[in-house]
Structure formats: C-alpha cells, structure tokens
C-alpha cells in the first residue's frame, strides 16, 4: 500500500504490507532514499533495523522516500477547486476596481493644466492618433485568449483565484500612486470632461464612478473621459497579465499561441505610447509591478518552504502574505497541465456516457 503525505515540506511516500503471522512481531526498516532522482531510486543509502534477525515470514516494512517538495508524474494529487475562495478574489479585484475608479475621480479634479512632461520615447517618435484605440483592440483579445486558456485548464478555478487576486493588489497600488502625483495629460488632444471647480458631490462622484465602471475604463466606447490616472499603465497591466497567464497555465506544446500572445502585448504597448495614452515611466513601473509581483506569488505557492511563516523567509513580511497561504492551504503544490472542457460532471458524464452507448451500438455486428 503507498500513501503520500506532506512532512516538513516535503513530500514522503509510505510503503506497508502487512504481517501474515499475528505472533511474529513485525520488523520495521527505514529505508531512505535521495530526493530529486539523486542515484538509482532503488539503491538505500541509509538503512537501519530495529531487529538483526532475518525472517523467512512476510512481516510490515515501512518505507520512506524524501521526494523535494513535489511528488512524481505518476502520483495524483487532489486539488480541490473551493470557488468560494475564486468568489472572494474576485470580489476582492471588483472593491480594488471601484477603489480605483473612486481615485481617478478625484485626480481628476486635482490634475494639472499645461504642457505633457518632457518624455524621451514620445518626443522622438510620430503622433498617431488612433493607436489607443487599437491598444484597447489588441487588450481585450489578450484577455479573451487568457481567459480561453484558463477556461480549458482542469484547475481553472484555482487559476482565476491566483489572476483576481493578483489583479486586485495591482488595483489598490495603482490608485494609490496616480492619486499622490497628478501628472499633466501626455496627449494634448485627447478630450477630458471639465473639472466641477470645487467640492464635488457625493451623488456626482458616484455617477461618475458608475459612468466609468459600466464602460470598463476604456476610451474606445467613450465612457472614459476623465484624465489623471498615469503613474501607472493599467492597459500595460491587462496586457502583461494575459501573456503570463497564457505562458504559465498554457499547454508547453503550443508556443506558437505563446509567440502571437507576446506580439499582441508588445504591439498592445507600443501603440500605447505611440497615441500618448500614458507616459513611458508609467508603461515601465506597470510592467516591472505586474511581472515582479506574478513571479514573485508563483515562486511563493510552488515552494512548501516559502509558504511558511518564518524569520528566514523575508517574503512573509509582504502584506498579502497571509491572504496567499488562506487561498493557496490546500494546493499541494504546483498545478499540472491539465485541461477539459467547462461543464458541470454531471453534464461530462451524461455525455461521455450517452458517446460510450452509441460506440457500443454501432460497434455492434448486424445480425441476419
């Protein structure tokens, strides 16, 4: 009989069989073999026995196998989904989005007058006046391609907790930067609403907050015409998320969906700033956030050690760190590349069970 279990972050295998004779006291060998496929994986460097005499009768062996932090292809893991948990992100980036969009309204008010800031990318190259809205093209075709392959993933629910989560801490930083430093519009010509020129109403900084949040911040329905929210490039942010997302979580085999999703982005970016939708420093602080911050939560959940709440791990003193070890408790470790379809079991079975009949029929010989 094998078992798998964690202990101190690792993963240990348990071998028994049981004693035939219940007079016989059974013999118990620890047999410890190296981690990582370190020599043959049948070869014990270590072996102590607690009896020296050798029986003939079939007695209990126990044997245990430090495997580093990860069990092998061949044992399977349980990765229970916990929606409630997807659920709680989600509304955790939906109170970062509003929190943001809340500060943009306020920035708004406070923004400067005056000439876009010296820029060294924008003042070199040619003013094209609707690349920001094939930016927003190539985002929402970035988030779409993300969202396939997160929804062809067997372990989508645990996916999408990891990307609202992550997307929410970008939420809440972003509104906190754009609204300590107002910046000067980088498009002269792009139309912002005019400002209430004084204390702005609760009702009126609600509506505008809705008027945003309807149009999903976007400029290409029109909805976003408040300006301010600079420092840093939300766009660059979906961009970047979607190519990771689709890198991380995507089949290994199909790199050329990897390739076309990291043209998407870069092109997503460059028309950006070619429009002077947002400043170069906000593209750079953008794409430095979200990366650093992904690989950062990755590195954390594929490691039993990091999750751990010590002096050593410096990384236990980030903010959200106890969130991760809430959302990531009982992911025993890195997710598989595995994939299906995203239907309820109930309607896979009845249809895999309703292909199985009709195989069955047609398989049938005819009878004369």
């Known amino acids: 009989m094998r078992i798998l279990k964690e202990e101190n972050g690792n993963y240990v295998e348990e071998c028994r069989l049981q004693n035939s004779s219940p007079i016989q006291s059974p013999e118990r060998r620890h047999v410890f073999f190296p981690p990582n496929n370190a020599g043959s994986p049948h070869t014990p460097l270590l072996m102590s026995t607690d009896s020296e005499d050798e029986s003939e009768s079939k007695t209990e062996e126990v044997c245990t196998v430090n495997i580093e932090n990860a069990p092998t292809e061949n044992e399977v893991l349980v990765f229970p989904d916990e929606w409630h948990k997807t659920l709680m992100t989600m509304l955790f980036m939906g109170l970062g989005f509003i929190i943001t969009t809340f500060s943009l309204i306020l920035t708004h008010e406070r923004m400067p007058e005056g000439d876009p800031l010296p820029d060294i990318f924008l003042d070199n190259v040619s003013y094209i006046s609707w690349g920001l809205k094939l930016s927003e093209v190539l985002m929402i075709t970035s988030i779409f391609a993300a969202n396939f392959v997160v929804l062809a993933h067997t372990h989508r629910s645990i996916i999408y907790r990891r990307i609202f989560f992550l997307l929410g801490i970008l939420y809440f930083y972003r509104a906190a930067t754009f609204y300590v430093t107002a910046l000067p519009k980088s498009d002269k010509l792009y139309h912002c609403d005019k400002k209430n020129n004084g204390s702005l109403p609760f009702s009126e900084l609600v509506s505008r907050v809705v ?28 961009l970047v ?12 085999r199909c790199f050329l969906i990897q390739w076309i999703s ?8 460059l028309f950006l700033l070619l429009a002077r939708g ?44 106890r969130l991760l070890r809430y959302l990531e408790a009982n992911v025993p470790g890195p997710i598989p590349s595995r994939y299906s379809f995203p239907l309820p079991q109930a309607w896979k079975s009845c249809i895999t069970s309703k292909f199985h009949k009709k195989v069955k029929v047609d398989s049938e010989p005819e009878t004369s």
Request: hydrophobic share 40%; glycine share 8%; charged share 15%.
């Open 241 to 252: 998320t979607s190519y990771l997302a689709i890198t991380e979580y995507g089949p290994a």
């Open 262 to 269: 990291f043209f998407t982005s870069l092109f997503g970016v």
């Open 278 to 321: 947002h400043y170069t420093v906000d593209v750079l602080i953008a794409y430095i956030l979200t990366t650093r911050i992904w690989w950062g939560y990755h590195t954390i959940v594929n490691s039993e050690t990091l999750k751990k709440i010590t002096k050593e791990n410096s990384l236990s003193k980030l903010w959200w760190f």
């Open 211 to 238: 008027k945003i949040s309807t149009g999903g911040g976007l400029s290409i329905n029109d909805n976003q015409v408040y300006c301010g929210d600079f420092i840093f490039s939300g766009h660059t942010v979906m």
